[in-house]
């Protein structure tokens, strides 16, 4: 089946530690992005990227690193510089904007740091 | 910087009830989105609109672009259980790299 798969659903890190989200798609989308969401809260865009071994920050990148060494890959970093990182994290896919651009999202990891 | 703003926040229905969720942009947008996301899940496309002024209908759920290209709104007929969620709009930004400004979202639980 194709589609976009996030993991780990749920984690848990010590304050100071670096955490490393996976996400992965099989839909042969050219573009992938990160969003976080807090309880009740929009989606608030960290990084994008609309082509392998580039990226682009979003709205909220401070405390975060990215990468994309394949086209399939997009994983995220929330690194000890990040002074809130609880929150739900949602990655997601799409065809370039010259294209149809409806995205598709993985089921979202939940980051809680104790 | 691009602002898409949803309202209301939330709304509380009673079942059978109609319910709607008004988007507006302050910058103009090529194409506009709908999503859906139920509680304690991810976001699910629900449609795209392009044309100034379209109207696309989804069963019970009507969906309206604005003539000006920066406001939106769903309208949900007769609403019901399987109704419940956060319903979000985003919209594409422009310059350079592209990417979507998704709005603040209305949350919309529907009573029995």
């Known amino acids: 089946d194709g589609g976009i798969t996030q993991s780990p659903k749920y984690l848990f890190r010590k304050e100071g530690q670096n955490v490393t989200l996976s996400c992965e798609q099989n839909?042969?989308?050219?573009?992938m992005y990160w969003y976080r969401q807090d309880p009740g809260q929009g989606l608030r865009l960290i990084y994008y990227?609309?082509?392998?071994?580039?990226?682009q920050k979003g709205d909220i990148a401070e405390g975060y690193s990215v990468s994309r060494e394949k086209k399939e890959s997009f994983p995220l970093t929330v690194t000890s510089a990040q002074k809130n990182p609880t929150a739900f994290y949602l990655c997601?896919?799409?065809?370039?904007?010259?294209?149809?651009?409806?995205?598709?999202f993985g089921q979202g990891t939940r980051l809680t740091v104790v | 910087g691009q602002q898409v703003m949803q309202i209301p926040q939330y709304q509380h229905v009673q079942e059978g009830e109609d319910f709607t969720t008004y988007c507006n942009s302050s910058?103009?947008?090529?194409?506009i989105q709908w999503y859906k996301q139920r509680p304690g899940g991810h976001p699910v496309f629900l449609i795209q609109?392009?044309?100034?002024?379209e109207v696309k209908k989804q069963k019970r759920l009507t969906f309206q672009f604005g003539e000006a290209k920066k406001n939106s709104s769903l309208h949900i007929t007769a609403t019901q259980t399987t109704d419940v969620g956060t319903y979000f709009c985003?919209?594409?930004?422009?310059?350079?790299?592209?990417?979507?400004?998704f709005g603040t979202g209305t949350k919309l639980q529907v009573i029995p």
């Open positions: 990227s609309q082509i392998v071994n580039d990226f």
């Open positions: 997601a896919s799409s065809h370039l904007l010259d294209r149809t651009t409806e995205a598709f």
């Open positions: 609109l392009v044309k100034s002024g």
């Open positions: 910058t103009t947008l090529s194409n």
């Open positions: 985003a919209g594409p930004r422009s310059g350079g790299y592209q990417k979507v400004t």
């Open positions: 839909l042969n989308h050219d573009a």
